[in-house]
């Protein structure tokens, strides 16, 4: 959420590398973008609301600079304006900001007090302002920014340039993550390693409370006691693509496609590894907490490891599991899902359950992300980096990834031709072209209906949030039996119901909630591993009959399709879905 990118480098191209920089964070947001460049001494600001190519249309990317900061915004304080995009510039500080301030308005009264006027509705405007304010004080901008560490509560990753020190960039965060990259010559600063990895691999993750000072050929990090911290230098180990579409119309196809490369290379590495670090024999009692899709895909996992490992499984969102009652007893494993491993509620979540004593288990995407890097246990899934900011690839990874946790922990097995079964089936449902038939019968529909049983409600989750966040059409997930106790009535002449039927026992049970909704004139479509009399639906996708344990893995794929051809269909913004961001760091 907001992508922070930063230079300070001999090699004159500042505002290159930051335009570039944000162009691959703007999944994290990208309702305003700017950026801050030192030119002739004096620091320039450029803003822009939209998209980051509105703002490079305004700045010539050939300019020598060798200073700058940029920012993509997901807006919190303020509408998305202009006046409201980053960066802030107050008295002698300019900076960039990715979080929270949740104490803002008293700093405000203060600095009102002051004579400070705000031009901006921005949180970040009044750090920026009490950063100045303390500055004339302590006349240091180390100690300034100490002190600021003491003062401000909240979220916060900051990108900071000050009139008095141009040779500097300075960088200091809490929860909101930031890394500081190395170059030759060069250094810059990051929301995420993939906004730098053109230029270097090389990498230190700033901590909580930490600070950088960051010249052209060196950097000094100091803890909040403002002692040296020596820090351990990483390297990205993915390599640099540059994040294009390649042959496809949206990320999100593209996406879709590497889902049969996604399966086979995360269950394999599961496989190989298989869980080794891990006493999982200990636990009986498994919480499994996560937001959104990653959620979706752990209700799948409580399903598989409750029918097959026949383990206790407690499934929650991690805003509400961050404050609610928690059961906990000594044989508990906290498992948390995240994409990107930055989610504040997954964050706290896991916090909770350590401030708990209790182990925890992370399956993650992004290597060496926050929550990777704070639980006891981490598993990553192997589904490379996700530009469209609807996941697909990485739900899949997830979902294979708790196949895999099953495997350990019940006396279930794979083979090698299953695995290579369920990827030439995946393959061949992506290329199914039953998926725009439908769309075209629901896509001016306001309201369409999941609904399903067992896995399969779960499985129903996931496809209606995928459908309402990138075509923006009003879904709802119900368990089928639980339709008729109120939500029925919903029921008009064509209402889109899409019903899942993949597990063999409870198929006639959900027939018979079809027979209900087409008797109140629903158009009703059928996604179905069995063969369903043609009289019980309007229309059929028929998907392949494989082991329960990896059904989902098939039946998620025309869900993602149908979803996709639908936005499509009503012209929307797929990759970039207005409202939403990528990786949610705020609460
Ligand atoms: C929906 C989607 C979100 C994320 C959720 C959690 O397509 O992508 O619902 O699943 O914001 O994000 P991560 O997995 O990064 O913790």
């Known amino acids: 959420m907001c992508g922070i990118v930063g230079y300070k480098g001999k090699n004159n191209n500042a505002i290159k590398v930051v335009i570039e920089g944000l162009e691959n964070l703007e999944y994290r947001g990208y309702d305003s973008a700017g950026i801050a460049y030192l030119k002739d001494n004096k ?207 949206h990320f999100m196809l593209k996406e879709i496609n590497e889902e049969p490369d996604t399966f086979e290379k995360t269950i394999n590495s599961c496989l190989q590894n298989n869980f080794k670090d891990i006493n999982l024999k200990k636990y009986t009692n498994i919480h499994i907490v996560a937001c959104g899709s990653a959620y979706h895909a752990g209700l799948v996992g409580k399903y598989l490891i409750e029918k097959f490992a026949n383990i206790k499984v407690y499934t929650q969102v991690a805003s509400e599991y961050r404050y609610e009652k928690t059961f906990y007893d000594k044989n508990t494993l906290v498992i948390l899902i995240s994409q990107s491993g930055e989610t504040a509620d997954t964050l706290a979540a896991l916090r909770k359950a350590k401030d708990n004593k209790i182990d925890t288990l992370s399956i993650v995407n992004v290597f060496k992300s926050s929550i990777a890097r704070e639980s006891k246990y981490v598993v990553y899934t192997k589904a490379g980096s996700e530009i469209a900011v ?105 209402t889109p119901v899409i019903a899942i039927l993949t597990e063999e026992k409870l198929i006639e049970k959900t027939i018979s909630n079809i027979k209900e909704v087409k008797a109140r004139g629903a158009h009703t479509i059928v996604i179905s591993n069995e063969e369903i009399k043609n009289d019980e639906y309007d229309e059929i996708i028929k998907i392949p009959k494989t082991d329960e344990l990896l059904q989902q893995l098939l039946t998620i794929i025309p869900l993602q399709l149908i979803a996709y051809e639908v936005a499509k269909l009503k012209n929307c913004d797929i990759d970039k879905p207005r409202n939403l961001a990528k990786s949610v760091t705020v609460e």
Request: overall charge positive.
């Open 390 to 494: 609807a996941t697909t690839k990485a739900y899949l990874a997830q979902l294979t990834l708790l196949i895999a946790l099953t495997l350990n922990l019940s006396k279930k097995t794979i083979n090698k031709e299953q695995i290579t079964k369920i990827k030439e089936q995946i393959t061949n449902l992506i290329k199914k072209d039953d998926y725009k038939t439908i769309a075209n019968k629901i896509y001016k529909a306001k309201n369409i209906f999941f609904i399903g049983r067992g896995i399969d409600y779960a499985l129903c989750m996931e496809g209606s949030l995928k459908l309402k966040e990138i075509s923006y059409i009003n879904s709802v997930a119900y368990q089928a039996g639980e339709l008729k106790h109120g939500t029925i009535s919903l029921i008009e002449e064509n």
């Open 43 to 249: 620091i320039y600001i450029e803003k822009e609301t939209g998209r980051i190519k509105n703002l490079k249309e305004n700045l010539n990317l050939k300019e020598k600079t060798n200073l700058a900061i940029g920012h993509t915004r997901w807006a919190t304080h303020g509408i998305p304006k202009k006046i409201n995009a980053h960066p802030h510039q107050v008295g002698k500080f300019t900076i960039v900001h990715n979080g929270i301030i949740e104490n803002y308005l008293s700093l405000k009264e203060e600095l009102i007090k002051n004579n400070y006027t705000f031009k901006s509705d921005t949180d970040t405007e009044i750090a920026c302002a009490y950063l100045d304010y303390i500055y004339k004080q302590e006349k240091d901008i180390l100690k300034s920014l100490q002190k600021l560490i003491k003062i401000i509560k909240g979220s916060y990753a900051f990108g900071i340039i000050c009139e008095d020190d141009k040779d500097n960039l300075y960088a200091l965060r809490s929860s909101s993550p930031l890394i500081i990259a190395l170059g030759k010559n060069e250094n810059y600063i990051a929301s995420d390693v993939p906004a730098i990895l053109k230029y270097t691999n090389k990498y230190i993750i700033l901590e909580n409370y930490e600070i950088a000072k960051i010249s052209n050929d060196n950097i000094t990090i100091y803890n909040k006691e403002l002692q040296e911290v020596n820090k351990t230098i990483n390297t990205y180990e993915e390599k640099y693509e540059s994040n294009t579409k390649g042959q496809y119309e």
